[in-house]
């Protein structure tokens, strides 16, 4: 065989096709928009995404009564917000080292430290500048801005509206209000019903 027929055979074969830059772009542009908003949750809520994993700082969490929360709210270096007292519910409370409080309902007999996420949550945390904070995720897709009779900033997003945001001007506190029912989460916060412990 001529050396030469091989190289008319090869250069008779097509090329394979490679996609064109164009198709990737959408997909790059997407995988940036998800990396952008995975650094916002993290931000806002300080929550990596490991939820199993134990604050090994956090004092272990207790059932309260309403005069024990109230005592624990006197003696913290910040107000600790709370959804009062609820029908059929027990108060839990807990607090990390970083200063975050979480005040959950426990119901069904529940006991303290269940790890069930199907309660009402009320989370207090140190947040710098958090209402100006979250009015820029308000301006992100999917999210939603509201207000509260007080003058509270709202935030929600669309893709996770059981957990609901909320943070005064000039105050470095956020407070998340977790349920699973959305509409009692934006209700609760909305109405003013979210209140410092006093």
Known sequence: MDPKDGAKQDAAKPEAKRAPASRWKPIAVGLAALAVIAVLIVVVT?????????DSSA??????????????????DNPIYWAGPQDGAELELSSSEEGRTYVRYLEDGAEAGDPGNEF?????????NAAAALRKLGNEPGGVLASTPGGGVVYFDRQRPQNVYLAFPGSSLQVEVF???????????????IVPIG
């Open 46 to 54: 300080g929550n990596s995404g490991d939820e199993d994993s134990p």
């Open 59 to 76: 004092e272990a969490a207790r059932i309260v009564s309403v005069d024990e929360l109230r005592e624990a709210a006197g003696s913290a």
């Open 120 to 128: 009402l949550t009320v989370g207090t945390y140190p947040f710098p």
């Open 179 to 193: 349920d699973p029912d959305a509409k009692r989460a934006l209700g609760l916060v909305v109405s003013g019903l």
